[in-house]
């Protein structure tokens, strides 16, 4: 499924913004030529792939470093980290996703038995029971927005559900007042159900509510992220490879 012009639109002003760059680099000159956005200040490299262009975000020297390397080398994230540790040498990666947007919400169905919350307590429930790295992956931790889904009664069909169990959770970050930055979480013992899906689309729902674009980052080394996020609509538009600097 392909966007529409305005949300393509949209997505390349959050963007530019996002890579201090003007409203418009996106829209002109050759798209063959990457753009380069130097901040010699800057706390991170970034790689970004987004429709037809690409921009390389970071200091001044690792920016013209940049400039004798093509755009597939770029995006790799063992690249773009020895590129920087060239001259921060305490550079780390923080890896490559790829990027999703979504028009229209799924029609996803709660489950019978189960029931969508909006306590910060059930998110801290789910929390506590996942693993760290799990956590830090979902950035339910910094969401502004969060929703769960929570057993209101005991499963006959799953004895492992118990009532007032907490099953997934999806949370938001908004960048520039335009876009969702949408993560899920589910239980470890209950994934593989649907549990996750079925709170993505609340996710989704509402922030189209609150006239947001809803955006999903899938890790390179996670295809399920990826398998749900086209599950639930979302249209591939680009990449982002990061390295955090020291």
Same mark, same amino acid.
């Given at each position: 499924m392909s966007l529409t012009e305005q949300t393509r639109?949209?997505?390349?002003?959050?963007?530019?913004?996002?890579?201090?760059?003007?409203?418009?680099?996106?829209?002109l000159g050759d798209p063959s030529v990457r753009v380069e956005a130097v901040e010699d200040d800057a706390a991170?490299?970034?790689?970004?792939r987004l429709f037809d262009r690409t921009v390389i975000f970071g200091p001044s020297e690792v920016v013209g470093d940049a400039r004798r390397l093509d755009d597939d080398l770029l995006a790799q994230e063992r690249t773009l980290l020895d590129l920087a540790r060239a001259h921060h040498g305490g550079a780390r990666a923080?890896?490559?996703?790829q990027l999703f947007y979504c028009e229209e919400p799924p029609q996803v169905s709660p489950p019978a038995g189960v029931a969508v919350s909006f306590e910060p307590e059930h998110v801290a429930e789910l929390?506590?029971?996942? !693993?760290?790295?799990?956590?830090? #992956?979902? /950035?339910?931790?910094? %969401?502004?927005w969060a929703a769960t889904l929570v057993a209101d009664r005991a499963s006959p069909q799953d004895p492992q559900i118990a009532e007032e169990q907490v099953l997934s959770a999806a949370g938001r970050e908004v960048w520039q007042q335009m876009?969702?930055?949408?993560?899920?979480?589910?239980? !470890?013992?209950?994934?593989?159900? #649907?549990? /996750?899906?079925?709170? %993505?689309?609340?996710?989704?729902?509402?922030?189209?509510?609150d006239g947001l674009i809803p955006q999903w980052r899938a890790a390179l080394e996670n295809p399920s992220s990826r398998r749900a996020a086209i599950r639930l609509g979302f249209t591939l538009a680009g990449s982002q490879t990061t390295v955090v600097l020291e």
């Amino acid at each position: 499924m392909s966007l529409t012009e305005q949300t393509r639109q949209i997505v390349k002003l959050a963007w530019s913004r996002m890579l201090r760059l003007e409203d418009t680099a996106l829209d002109l000159g050759d798209p063959s030529v990457r753009v380069e956005a130097v901040e010699d200040d800057a706390a991170a490299v970034t790689f970004v792939r987004l429709f037809d262009r690409t921009v390389i975000f970071g200091p001044s020297e690792v920016v013209g470093d940049a400039r004798r390397l093509d755009d597939d080398l770029l995006a790799q994230e063992r690249t773009l980290l020895d590129l920087a540790r060239a001259h921060h040498g305490g550079a780390r990666a923080l890896g490559a996703a790829q990027l999703f947007y979504c028009e229209e919400p799924p029609q996803v169905s709660p489950p019978a038995g189960v029931a969508v919350s909006f306590e910060p307590e059930h998110v801290a429930e789910l929390m506590a029971a996942c !693993p760290a790295d799990d956590v830090a #992956g979902s /950035g339910l931790a910094d %969401a502004v927005w969060a929703a769960t889904l929570v057993a209101d009664r005991a499963s006959p069909q799953d004895p492992q559900i118990a009532e007032e169990q907490v099953l997934s959770a999806a949370g938001r970050e908004v960048w520039q007042q335009m876009i969702a930055q949408l993560g899920v979480l589910s239980h !470890p013992e209950h994934r593989g159900r #649907g549990h /996750g899906r079925c709170i %993505a689309a609340v996710a989704m729902e509402e922030a189209f509510v609150d006239g947001l674009i809803p955006q999903w980052r899938a890790a390179l080394e996670n295809p399920s992220s990826r398998r749900a996020a086209i599950r639930l609509g979302f249209t591939l538009a680009g990449s982002q490879t990061t390295v955090v600097l020291e």
